[in-house]
């Protein structure tokens, strides 16, 4: 079978308005989350804040600036070693005989010297990948804050958009707050 043109499009918007939807019931239940929590439901709309909100209902504040250092650093060290990623890249495409246009990157004057763009790229994965730990611990936390155990978190980190939807809209999630140690019985008598 062959895919045409037209097909192609055709399927990228329909996996376009899948991941829209996803993302506004995602959004919706995020906001439900927050007013659950004591918070303002409008919050989930301000970029940062959001995230700073999350955190601050899970975790700690202090865990957010953690997380957006590691993403400040992480994005640094990326742009340092563009040209050296760039090149990887390039070495890929000509391998699969696809054109890559040409970039230059003497516009950016911190280009690190010799081999030290590659140690730059790994630290960037290091950091993007510290960065990936917290937020797997904030769904960790977010799932322990509203009195629900491991499974749930397991259902958070793989289908988010069910479980945040259970979390949001129903009647047996509950905000507990941070305290992690209430007994799994005193959580029972609150259902």
């Not at 990228?12 to 993302?23: A, H, S």
């Not at 007013?35 to 970029?47: C, D, M, Q, S, T």
């Not at 993007?128 to 936390?141: N, Q, S, V």
């Amino acid at each position: 079978m062959i895919i045409t043109h037209e097909t192609l499009i055709l399927i990228l918007q329909i996996l376009f308005g899948i991941c829209l939807v996803l993302g506004i019931v995602i959004l919706i239940c995020w906001g439900m989350i927050f007013r659950k929590a004591n918070e303002k439901g409008w919050k989930v709309l301000i970029p940062f804040c959001n995230d700073y909100v999350a955190y601050r209902i899970t975790w700690s504040s202090t865990a957010f600036l953690v997380r957006l250092l590691t993403a400040v650093i992480a994005g640094f060290l990326f742009l340092l070693s563009g040209s050296y990623l760039y090149n990887r890249i390039a070495v890929f495409f000509s391998a699969l005989r696809l054109p890559l246009p040409a970039v230059s990157f003497d516009w950016f004057p911190f280009i690190l010297p010799g081999k030290l763009p590659a140690r730059g790229a790994l630290l960037s994965c290091i950091f993007i990948a510290a960065g990936l730990i917290m937020d797997t611990i904030r769904l960790y936390k977010l799932s322990k804050a509203f009195g629900h155990g491991f499974p749930f978190f397991l259902g958070l980190l793989f289908f988010p958009a069910v479980f945040l939807s259970i979390l949001a809209f129903g009647s047996r999630s509950r905000y507990v707050g941070l305290n992690e140690s209430i007994r799994t019985e005193e959580l029972q008598d609150l259902r």
